[in-house]
């Protein structure tokens, strides 16, 4: 980027036109070099480090015999290598003719010429923007993933102007003019010229009728224009750009699909948010501690990386399901958490119910001790009454018997 920036405010056209060394200033010239030597040093990092993490590997006979069968969907028996039955090459490399080798060593190679070369070459590593942006490559995305329909189009729509092309040999030789780049002397270039004029804006733009003409030419000549407005430059072009349009649209809903799934729903247990309302420390706790998407990812690069033999119950267990491509050693509909937290309600609900019994226990036992008291009381009045009652009555036989005695006395 500063090297493009230093170009763009110091560069000024040589002498010539034939001279392609641009003009530039002595402090342009030295911190061209500088930034491009800067610039080579991180190419060449970046590709050592791509070399370093990716570890490319040159495909064997075996690879380079079922590459094709791979790519047709057509099943090729996997090759192990001794009786640890592993695979002769590990997940994690890539191959030699990788994309991404190429890129990078490209990547180098561009950044060394653009040294060399005044700085015309740095301008493609503007380009590179794209890989680290998400929008950008997903606009890239959009024209690349229907390559085949776009260059179905673009084979059905060089038929088109190929017969237009026929057309203006036969019938308009005499509206090209040589001299304003227009050329039709052979059949080759008329397509040619029909191909670059009718993509850049119509050829009815540059196709000039030539004076003395008549009417009826003038209208075939109408005729000629609008059809091809219509069906190339109205129809193609938009069938071209709705082609685009949509895919960019399918890849917009399936980024927002799959970032609302990954809001509202577990990958690895497929549990919703809303279950883990109640839970401590709620569903983004979850998704990093408990369900680790990339723990899961780690652990089956790790099964990858080990030894067949080496394999404890567990692993063999989860390496078959894998290679099966089945996922039954997912937790699914299932978690820790929220099994402890059903745990601790159902606890809790005991908890209330023996506090509930134990208070209801305890009333009953202070009512009875109540009642037993009232009844010692009822019981202890009842005795007290009968006592007072017997002391009455002797008293009275008292009263009566000195009553007797004192009759018998005065008698």
Known sequence: MLVCIVILVSWTEPDSLSDNVPRRPYVAIVSTWLLGALHNVFSACVMIGHFLCSRPRVPTLWHLRTFWPCRFG?????????????????????????????????????????????????AVHLLDIARHNQILSRVIRAVTKNGPSLICVL????????????????????????????????MYQCTVTVIRRGLIGGIYSYLV???G??????????IFDVSFFIIISTIGLNIIFGI???????????????????????????????????CKGG??????SEHNLWSYLFYILYLEEKSRNEFTTIERYVWKLYQKKRTD?????????????????????????????????KELDIARQRELEQLRQRQWEARYAQSRRSRAARMHIQTVRAKQLASDVDD
């Open 244 to 278: 685009i349009v949509d895919t960019f649209s399918e890849l917009r809903d399936a980024k927002w699909q799959a970032d609302q799934d990954m809001r509202s729903s577990c990958f690895i247990c497929s549990k919703g948010s809303h279950d883990f309302a109640r």
């Open 329 to 361: 050693y997912f937790p699914l509909y299932t978690s820790l958490t929220i099994k402890q937290e059903d745990e601790d309600a159902q606890m809790s609900a005991i908890v209330t119910c023996v506090s509930y019994l134990v208070g209801k226990r």
């Open 213 to 222: 003409r008549s009417f009826q030419y003038h209208a075939t000549k109408t």
């Open 155 to 186: 084979i059905y729509s060089i038929a088109f102007f190929y017969i237009y092309a026929l057309l203006c040999f036969a019938f308009y030789r005499d509206t090209f003019i040589p001299s304003a780049g227009n050329f039709c002397d052979t």
């Open 209 to 211: 009728v030539p004076e």
């Open 283 to 288: 569903f983004e706790k979850h998704v990093k």
């Open 74 to 122: 057509v099943p090729v028996a996997q090759r192990f290598n001794g009786d640890a039955r592993r695979p002769s090459a590990s997940k994690l490399q890539a191959s030699i003719f990788n994309f991404n080798t190429f890129y990078y060593i490209g990547f180098f190679l561009l950044s060394v010429l653009g040294s060399a070369f005044y700085g015309y070459f740095f």
